[in-house]
């Protein structure tokens, strides 16, 4: 299984930002898909997840200001991040696994990451 995410870059505080994971290879639809961020000199945070019945789970520190979305026929999950702040700077990973998990080494397969950053 390849992860693939894309659509970070550099926005101003209070932009929105959308970033997008494309899955190839031999993943099941009913693997739970996420996506974590990690931000220099921390632990890497749980962001969101969403099953393939479209039931999710957000992180208290984005709640209210991402979504996450998922396309089952294309593989693809889709991370709506609204009201951006300079704390959400970070590099975003897409990961795929098996339990409905907001933890990190729960994921079985992640992506590259992707870069987020944030200017007040």
């Known amino acids: 299984v390849q992860l693939q995410a894309s659509g970070g870059g550099l926005v101003q505080a209070g932009d929105s930002l959308r970033l997008s994971c494309a899955a190839s290879g031999r993943i099941e639809s009913s693997y739970v898909m996420g996506w974590f961020r990690q931000a220099p000199g921390k632990e890497r945070e749980f962001v969101a997840c969403?099953?393939?019945?479209?039931?999710?789970r957000v992180g208290d520190s984005v709640k209210g200001r991402f979504t996450v979305s998922r396309d089952n026929a294309k593989n693809t999950i889709v991370l709506q991040m609204n009201s951006l702040k300079p704390e959400d700077t970070a590099v975003y990973y897409c990961?795929?696994?098996?339990?409905?998990?907001?933890?990190?080494?729960?994921?079985?397969?992640w992506g590259q990451g992707t870069q987020v950053t944030v200017s007040s």
């Open positions: 990961s795929a696994g098996s339990d409905f998990s907001s933890i990190a080494r729960n994921y079985r397969y």
């Open positions: 969403i099953l393939w019945n479209d039931m999710q």
